[in-house]
């Protein structure tokens, strides 16, 4: 039996393509600059607090 916490998905994916470099201007605005990880309500997934996301562009 495993214990702790897993990652979703959208986690990964997100992190992922913030930290990758777009050579695009449009490409570079959408990225974002900052996105806030949080625990489910049932303390056993990080997730993506989805209003706290902040574009790059702005």
């Known amino acids: 039996m495993t214990s702790g916490v897993t990652v979703n998905d959208k986690v990964i994916k997100d992190f992922n393509d913030m930290k990758v470099r777009k050579s695009s201007t449009q490409e570079i ?3 974002k600059k900052a996105i806030l990880f949080c ?3 049932d303390k056993r997934q990080i997730i993506v607090e989805e209003a706290k996301q902040m574009p790059s562009g702005s």
């Open 29 to 31: 605005k959408k990225r």
């Open 39 to 41: 625990l489910s309500n």
